[in-house]
C-alpha cells in the first residue's frame, strides 16, 4: 500500500500514564511500515462520561506513516494495548493503562464493526483536537464521519449498505415515513441495540395511499427527524424524492393475499399491495441483515412477515412493541391531527383492548364475549367511530379456530371526525396470561 500519514489519538488514566503512552511510541516506531513521524505534547484530561469514577487522562497524538491497510493498523494498536496490561475487549468507559485510537487517515476513509475512520467524535475531543492543532494539522478543514448521513439517491444507499456489509456489519433498517415520534425511535433504538450499523428511511410513499386519503397532506419534517435519527443513533437516513423509487416507466406492483384481507385491506384496498411495493423495494436496495417494524401496524407487520418469507428476502423481521402516550393512546404521525376533545375521547380504544385483556387473564375464553366487552367500551365513547373490531390468531392474525380461544391478538380501528381533520386511529393488543 502507498505510504500515507495517519494520525492517532494516545491516552491513559491507569498506572505510569507517562511511560505507557512513551512506550507505546516505541513499540509504534518499532512495528515495520509504521514510521512514527512526530508526536505532540501529552496534556491532562478530566475523564467525562458514564461509568466507574476514575483519575484523569493523559493524552496526545502521534502522526505516523504507514503502508499497512487501516485494520492492520488497528490490530497493531490492540496488540500494544494488551501488551501495556488493557483487558480486551474493552469494558466501555472504564480507566485503561492505554487506549490507542485512529482518528485521521490522510485520503482515507474506513467504516467497518471495529474501525471507523475519521474517527466519528475526533472534532468534540477536545484532548484529540488540541494536539492535532499543535502538530500543524487544519482542524477545521480535516475530514468529519457525518453520521447520520443523509443520502437521497439509491445507488448512493445500496453502495453505503453493501461496504457495511463488506466490512463485516450487521445491517438494521428502520423504514418510515417521517414525521417521527418516541414510537420510531424505540424503533431504531432497538435496531441500535443489535445491529453494527442502522439505516432509517423515510419515504411518504404515494403507493400505500388511496386516492381520497391524505398522501399530500400527509406530515413532513425532515429537519426534525434528522434530529430523531441522530439522538437515536441511526447511521444513514434514506430519504429519496417520489422519482428515485419509481421513476415514469415503473409499473411493477407486489400483490399481497390473503394476509392484507379484511380489517385494514377491507378499508383501504390498493394500502398493502403499495406498503409491500415500497418494502420490497427498500429491502432490495438496502439488503439489510434485519428490519424493524412497529407492532402497532400489526397486519402491516403479518403482511411484511409473508412477503419476506415468499419472495425468498434473507432479511429477519423484528417486531418492535407499541409505544404509547402515558394516557395509553398508541403513539402515531397522525395523532397531531386530533382536537382536544378527540384526542381526549381517543383512550377508549386502548381502554377497550384492556378491558378484554383483563377479562381474559381472569379466565374468559369466549371469542364473542371477549369482543363484547371491548364493543361495549367502545359504544361508551360516540365520538369514536368504529371501522372494526377483530379477534385473530397471533403472528399471522388468521381468523381463530371456533371453541375457546387459548389467546390472540385483538385489533381496532376507528375514525375520529370532529378535530382538525378526521383521523383514523388503529390499536391492537395481544390476549395474555398476566405473569
Ligand atoms: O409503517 C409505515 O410507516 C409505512 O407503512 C412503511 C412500512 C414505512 C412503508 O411505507
Redesign the pocket.
Known sequence: MRPRTVHLALGSNEGDRRASLERAVQRLSAVPGVEVLRVSSFRESAFVGAGPAQGAYLNGVAELRTTLPLPALLAVCKAIEAEAGRRLPAPKNHPRPLDLDIVLAEGETFDGVDLVVPHPRWHLRPFVVEPLRELGVDVEGAPRTERPLLVDTPGAIAALASAWTANGCVVGLV???GSLHEGHASLMRIARSECDRVIATI?V?PL?FGPREDFAAYPRDLGGDMRLCAAAGVDAVFAPPVAAMYDERFCSRVAVGAAAEGMEGAVRPEHFSG?AT??ARLFAITRPHRAY?GEK?AQ?LAVIRRMTHDLGFPIRVVPCPIVREPDGLAMSSRNVYLGADDRRASTILFRALSSAQHAFARGERDRDGLLARARAVLASEPRALLDYLELRREGDLEPLPPGPIAGGRMLVAARFERGVRPVRLLDNMALVEES
Open positions: 423504514p418510515t415515513m419515504f410513499n400505500q406498503v415500497v418494502v417494524f401496524d402491516q
